[in-house]
């Protein structure tokens, strides 16, 4: 059965997608997508709106919009996307907190460099769990924001929570207040 819910952040409204984890006590997260993304999520028939089986998925988001959280700890949806792509994003989830890195050095690491780029590019644009899967930290070479589903105004804004700016600035705006899965 897919589950949804809606909750309110600093960046928007978050539209939060999951499944019943065989086995598990929490919900697999299928998708996390933010209002005006490319390729984002959209409700179908048949979802059914759980906001309860996101509480904790909220209180994660609370606390990282917050500034007090610096790692996920979620259950994700097994078997989404390409081989290629799923290398990728586990490649993305190894970046740390405040850091970032370019589209070629994830090239690098999962074995696609030169002309990879490009589809790692592709790959992260596909990523399905914004902000919990941190694509935002990944710029391009020169330093520059580039590419980011949702806009580079939020990736920016990603970036300033996480202190990894260039500039070193945090923007104003991201406390987290009233993050609550309806």
């Not at 090239?107 to 919990?132: C, F, K, Q």
Request: glycine share 16%; charged share 25%; net charge neutral.
């Amino acid at each position: 059965m897919t589950m949804y819910a809606t909750v309110d952040s600093p960046l928007g409204e978050l539209l939060l997608v999951g499944e019943e984890a065989p086995g598990a006590a929490d919900i697999a997260l299928v998708s996390l997508s933010l209002p005006g993304q490319k390729g984002a999520a959209v409700v179908q028939d048949g979802w059914v709106r759980e906001p309860s089986a996101f509480a904790g998925v909220a209180g994660q988001l609370r606390e990282y919009f917050e500034g007090r959280r610096t790692r996920f700890e979620l259950v994700y949806a097994q078997g989404r996307g390409t081989e290629f792509q799923r290398r990728v994003w586990a490649a993305l989830e190894a970046v740390p907190y405040g850091e970032t890195v370019s589209y070629g050095q994830i090239a690098e690491r999962v074995g696609a460099s030169g002309a990879g780029v490009r589809a790692v590019g592709t790959a992260i644009g596909r990523n399905p769990l914004l902000v919990v899967r941190p694509c935002h930290r990944v710029i391009g070479a020169d330093g520059a924001l580039r590419g980011y589903a949702a806009g580079l105004e939020r990736k920016e804004r990603l970036l300033g929570l996480e202190g990894a700016l260039q500039r070193g600035e945090r923007l104003p705006g991201l406390d987290g207040a009233g993050l609550v899965a309806r």
